[in-house]
């Protein structure tokens, strides 16, 4: 991109695939917290936790985040589990 680009404004999430999610337990309730706890997100981000729509997923899991891509939410949706977006 050309021109000046100030990096101050970009906003930074903590962001996790769909598929990765497959190891937790059903009904499960994913945050930010316990990603980072269990070692999924390296450092938690200014702006929270971002659920990307690689993978697959079998299982329902109750995922608390504060952005969801539409591809993610299908599939999180699809398997009966839940999404709360902060």
Not at 17 to 24: H, I, K
Not at 54 to 66: M, Q, R, W, Y
Request: hydrophobic share 35%; with cysteine.
């Amino acid at each position: 991109m050309r021109g000046f680009n100030n990096k101050n404004f970009k906003k930074n999430y903590s962001c996790i695939n769909v598929g990765e999610l497959e190891c937790f337990e059903a009904n499960t309730v994913i945050t930010e917290e316990l990603l980072y706890e269990t070692r999924f997100v390296g450092k938690r981000a200014p702006y929270g936790l971002k659920v990307l729509g690689d993978g697959e997923l079998t299982k329902p899991l109750t995922i608390k985040a504060n952005k969801v891509t539409k591809q993610a939410r299908e599939k999180i949706e699809k398997v009966g589990g839940k999404i709360e977006e902060i």
